[in-house]
């Protein structure tokens, strides 16, 4: 298998370092983000590129990737890894808190996407690995927003999969369920300034039980980074990857849900269209 390079945003940590550290410990050359352009604490090699990034810069995050290129020579694999939780019910959001959530989770992505594009075109070949969540597919109450900027996510990667796909590039939409990061650490998740009484039994009692999983989560950052390298390494690369037993089961429930709605509502459904 021949070594490949990549472009991984934010890993000083959880999931994008046990990804940086998999690819290296393989032999392939990383270009890695942190906000402060420090590396990490991982073993040093040469093969490891750190770039400064801080996702809220737009400007500098559409430049990220030739940057990176000039860095370590062509990337083959861009993964849209960093982010981060907001928890609290939908009407206490402040509009500043949405804003920042889908700047880091949604507008630097595409930003990435937008300044891979063109090079990836060049060569006819290329990755998008973008790391949205279940939370997309299943999303429960009292993390309604960060599950928005991950569902706009995860619909970015299957419209642009089918824009690219005759160009020779890939996009895989990774949706893991609960992995033992730092995610829902206070480093990480924020929390709305805003609480409202009447939430406390549905978005309140979801996000205690969200931080009381914190370092406890089922999920294994280490075999999430294996399972990437699988799906980088296939000939025919998955769409969607689904990572987790729990979030394997959360999506099969929300799929008999819907498919029960579609089912129960057939005759409703259908009876919208013009006669002729
Ligand atoms: N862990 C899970 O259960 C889980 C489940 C589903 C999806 N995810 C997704 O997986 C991805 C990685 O999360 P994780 O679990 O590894 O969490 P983590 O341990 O908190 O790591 C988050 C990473 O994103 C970086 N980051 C966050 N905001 C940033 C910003 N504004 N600018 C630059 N870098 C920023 C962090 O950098 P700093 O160290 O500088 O803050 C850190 O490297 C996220 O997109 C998350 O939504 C995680």
Known sequence: MAHKTWLITGISRGLGLALATA????????????RDG?????ASSDRLHV???????????????????????????????????LLGSIETAAQSEIDQIFNVNVY???????????????????????????????????????SATKAALSAVSVSLAQEVAP?????????????RTE??????????????????????????????KDGKQIGDPRKAAEAILAA????????????????IARTRARL?????DLRQWDDVSTSTDFAN
């Open 256 to 260: 008999d849900r819907f498919e029960d």
């Open 23 to 34: 690819a290296l410990d393989r032999g392939d050359v990383v270009v890695g983000t942190t």
């Open 232 to 247: 980088v390494d296939a000939d025919e690369p998955p769409l969607d990857l689904v990572l987790g037993s729990d979030a």
């Open 108 to 146: 630097a992505p595409l930003a990435l996407i937008r300044g891979a594009l063109p090079l990836m075109r060049a060569r006819t070949r290329g990755h998008i690995i973008n790391i949205s969540s279940v939370a997309a597919i299943a999303p429960a109450p009292g993390s309604g927003i960060y």
């Open 38 to 42: 420090r590396s990490p604490p991982m």
């Open 167 to 179: 160009m020779g590039i890939w996009v895989t939409n990774v949706s893991p369920g609960s992995f």
């Open 183 to 212: 995610f829902l650490s206070e480093q990480s998740v924020r929390r709305t300034e805003r609480n409202v009484d009447d939430y406390a039994a549905t978005s309140g009692r979801a996000v205690t039980g969200l931080l009381n």
């Open 51 to 85: 770039l400064p990034l801080v996702m809220g810069d737009l400007t500098r995050v559409e430049q990220a990737f030739s940057e990176a290129a000039a860095l370590a020579g062509p990337i083959d694999v861009l993964v849209n890894n960093a982010g981060f939780g």
